[in-house]
T-cell receptor, first 111, second 112 residues
Framework: GEDVEQSLFLSVREGDSSVINCTYT??????LYWYKQEPGAGLQLLTY?????DMKQDQRLTVLLNKRDKHLSLRIADTQTGDSAIYFC???????????FGKGTMLLVSP | DADVTQTPRNRITKTGKRIMLECSQT?????MYWYRQDPGLGLRLIYY???????NKGEISDGYSVSRQAQAKFSLSLESAIPNQTALYFC???????????FGEGSRLTVL
């Protein structure tokens, strides 16, 4: 089955850019997603990219997809303390129509 | 009011007890899911349902069962709870595309 991997922790200073990386194994994954989980809450969809796209930009968020290497990244420009959260990468399982999540990257933004 | 509501939000129980976690939604979605979250392990899919008469096992269904009582309700049962089922459980819904999941606020279960 699909395996989604991401680093577990990232620490940045306020105002810097943050880059969270993710790799997946199923080359037939159709959509790839980034979810955000704030403390004490469920996950919320941040953004997604279709597998035939290389890049998607949405305000401070930039998603890059390298389909050959099965590598996805999320860049957050001008990171703020309110961006501190756990970020999950997820891949759509085309065979079962469910999402496989990575273990999550905890982003800590210091003033 | 939340679109996806889970009850109870917190529960402490003992080994061997039967536990039910309930989920209800007002999104009008057909698809519902149960995930568990463990530190360092991310979210893992327990069961999912694409319609009232449809139940499917996820990657970690052993020790769990579910019931889809109506389009809006999906409950998760632990017939005989054990300590390694201590976790944060999330219910989620989606429309037919399945990509954007709407999560409840979670049910924290502790099994002693």
């Amino acid at each position: 089955g699909e395996d989604v991997e991401q680093s577990l922790f990232l620490s940045v200073r306020e105002g810097d850019s943050s880059v969270i990386n993710c790799t997946y194994t199923d080359s037939s994954s159709t959509y790839l997603y980034w979810y955000k989980q704030e403390p004490g809450a469920g996950l919320q969809l941040l953004t997604y990219i279709f597998s035939n796209m290389d890049m998607k930009q949405d305000q401070r968020l930039t998603v890059l997809l390298n389909k050959r290497d099965k590598h996805l990244s999320l860049r957050i420009a001008d990171t703020q303390t309110g961006d501190s959260a756990i970020y999950f990468c997820a891949a759509m399982n085309s065979g079962y129509s469910t999402l496989t999540f990575g273990k999550g990257t905890m982003l800590l933004v210091s003033p | 009011d939340a679109d996806v509501t889970q009850t109870p939000r917190n529960r402490i129980t003992k080994t061997g007890k039967r536990i039910m976690l309930e989920c209800s939604q007002t999104k009008g979605h057909d698809r519902m899911y149960w995930y568990r979250q463990d530190p360092g392990l991310g979210l893992r899919l327990i069961y999912y349902s694409f319609d009232v008469k449809d139940i499917n096992k996820g990657e970690i269904s052993d020790g769990y069962s579910v019931s889809r009582q109506a389009q809006a309700k999906f409950s998760l049962s632990l017939e005989s709870a054990i300590p390694n089922q201590t976790a944060l459980y999330f219910c989620a819904t989606s429309d037919h595309s399945g990509g954007e999941l709407f999560f409840g606020e979670g049910s924290r279960l502790t099994v002693l």
